[in-house]
């Protein structure tokens, strides 16, 4: 079996996907060591977030030492989990497209923040998003708690490596599911409502082509069918191409249903971009009544 050296003491997301990303290479034959000991970091098979060395070929992975470990064309400079996703990600990943998706995810935001770079501008005074970084804060151990950090360490290891196992899967799959995103709006006949078979990620397809304006899709997890609005600018605002009728919003069940005369309409948004129905059917006639085709 082989070992991987990480610094003991207070963990971050950095070195655990690391080490995740390893223990998935390597199918969990692979045994984690926490020390500060430079003996035993030296000894070891991997050294992730030690050693002040970036050496892939003696499977040294850290970026502390003087000059760092290199930088991204975009300014992003790498962390542990970037060397070793950049050394190992393509043995986890089918192609170039996955292991690139997935480091722009996933990677490069926590590389980001282990090195102290921004990528977003805070609007809001005082107010901040709640990120990953934020949940191990959370879980790290205070002088209150009996657990130590290790034993937080060590739990939380298999719930990284599910995350990562199903952001590779999503990565994966996302390629063929923009082909299916294609072909519906080639083969609809009116584009501004695409009707998809399933819950594909149409919005980085169908944002950037001028004619939709409505997408409907099943919800997986309830059986509902859902009508959603396409935002005018994808990613940036909230600003939408249409909205639903004003007199449907926050409205569901029966008063949504008299409001929109879709006898199986369940719910619209109060904000009026997204909405649910029953049937196929009963979104396609409150996305219709929405674009004014029905009188």
Request: hydrophobic letters at 40%; charged letters at 30%.
């Amino acid at each position: 079996m082989k070992t991987v050296a990480t610094h003991s003491g207070s963990f971050h997301q950095d070195e655990l996907f690391a080490i995740a990303t390893l223990l998935l290479v390597f199918k969990d034959n692979l045994k984690v060591v926490r020390t500060r000991d430079s003996k035993i970091i030296e000894s070891a098979d991997f050294g992730v977030d030690v050693s002040g060395k970036n050496d892939p070929k003696t499977g040294r992975f850290d970026h502390h030492q003087e000059g760092g470990a290199g930088v991204r064309p975009n300014g992003i400079p790498y962390a542990s989990f970037g060397l070793v996703w950049k050394e190992f990600g393509p043995k986890l990943c089918s192609d170039d497209r996955v292991v690139d998706l997935v480091d722009k995810k996933l990677v490069q935001p926590i590389d980001a923040a282990d090195n102290g770079v921004s990528i977003y501008t805070n609007t809001r005074e005082g107010v901040y998003p709640y990120l990953f970084d934020n949940v191990l804060n959370a879980l790290t151990p205070t002088w209150r708690d009996t657990a130590t950090v290790d034993d937080i360490f060590n739990e939380l290891i298999p719930f990284i490596k599910v995350v990562l196992t199903k952001e590779i899967e999503k990565a994966e799959y996302f390629f063929k599911d923009i082909e299916e995103v294609r072909k519906a709006y080639k083969n609809a006949e009116d584009k501004r409502i695409i009707v998809l078979e399933h819950s594909y990620p149409w919005k980085s397809i169908l944002g950037k082509l001028k004619e939709p304006l409505l997408v409907i899709y099943p919800d997986q997890n309830t059986g509902e069918w859902v009508v959603a609005c396409v935002r005018s600018d994808m990613g940036k605002n909230f600003s939408y191409r249409v909205l639903f009728p004003a007199e449907w919003g926050g409205k569901a069940r029966v008063e949504l249903a008299k409001a929109s005369g879709v006898a199986d309409a369940e719910f619209c948004h109060k904000n009026r971009y997204i909405a649910k129905a029953w049937s196929k059917e009963g979104v396609m006639t409150m996305a219709k009544k929405t674009l004014g085709d029905i009188m």
